[in-house]
């Protein structure tokens, strides 16, 4: 694992567009891993921008994401596929029929799971796959307990979830008590992860996941067991991390961060 801290939201949300957009060059037929929340708007507006402005090209790209909310089409405004949607797909030169999300509606979810598990591997595995983390240290919908080795799955959204996310829903009430989150085994079988977490409110639980002990109770510690996993900070989710000066002085040092210093 390495953690770059930037300046800022925006710098380390513009660090990973620029990660993706460096893959995206090395690979036009990439399959990337996406994920929803407030965290990512600023990287999906950098990926736009980079389309517009340098011809950043999605067109033979394939996209899997990492959770959707059981009960709602794709169509409401509050699913994880209108979000995507709304701030990347509509707005790239994407082909829809290349971007995957779990389909919270399917009559039978377990076998919409399996399926979703398949689809992954038929397109040759995850590249890059793209992380936030809930304030409980959830990656996707992974809650408290989650299997290590799970694969996904409906998982049973926590109250700590709920009281993150109901916010964003027109009416709270309206929020599904439960999700399909591929599991914490799924995002470890990605061949690269990056994680994006920012702002004050965050930065308890990423010192948790990096520099505390791995325990199912927070998905987010997994990472630590994955071979290539950038973490992605600002200074304020930096905030609680004891090594911070160890992890600058890596970033200032290893030859691979060159271009993005
Ligand atoms: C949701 C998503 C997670 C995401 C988390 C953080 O729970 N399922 O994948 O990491 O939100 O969201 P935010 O960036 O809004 O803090």
Not at 198 to 224: C, D, H, N, W
Not at 235 to 241: R, S, V
Request: contains cysteine; negative net charge; proline residues 5%.
């Amino acid at each position: 694992m390495e953690v770059i801290i930037r300046e800022n939201g925006e710098a380390a949300a513009l660090l990973v567009a620029r990660i993706i957009s460096r893959e995206l060059h090395a690979n036009p037929n990439l399959v990337l891993g996406l994920a929803t929340g407030r965290t990512m708007e600023a990287v999906y507006r950098s990926l736009v921008r980079m389309h517009r402005e340098e011809a950043l090209d999605f067109s033979l790209c394939r996209t899997f994401n990492l959770d959707e909310y059981v009960g709602l089409p794709g169509g409401d405004p509050h699913s994880y596929r209108h979000y995507m949607n709304h701030h990347l797909f509509l707005h790239v030169n994407i082909d829809l029929r290349n971007t995957h999300l779990p389909n919270g509606t399917a009559t039978d979810l377990e076998a919409e799971c399996g399926a979703y598990e398949q689809r992954i591997v038929k397109c040759g595995g995850i590249d890059l796959q793209l992380l936030g983390i809930g304030r409980a240290g959830h990656l996707g919908f992974n809650e408290p307990l989650s299997a290590l080795r799970s694969r996904t799955r409906v998982k049973a959204l926590s109250p700590m979830t709920m009281a993150q996310n109901a916010p964003l829903f027109s009416d709270p009430t309206l929020m599904p008590r439960r999700a399909i989150t591929m599991g914490v085994g799924t995002i470890l079988g990605c061949r690269r992860c990056i994680l994006l977490a920012t702002g004050t409110e965050k930065a308890e639980i990423v010192a948790k996941a990096v520099e505390g002990p791995i325990t199912s109770m927070i998905s987010a510690t997994a990472l630590q067991l994955h071979d290539r996993c950038t973490v992605v900070v600002d200074e304020e989710a930096a905030g609680q991390l004891r090594s911070s000066d160890y992890y600058r002085w890596i970033f200032d040092n290893e030859p691979e961060w060159e271009p993005f210093r």
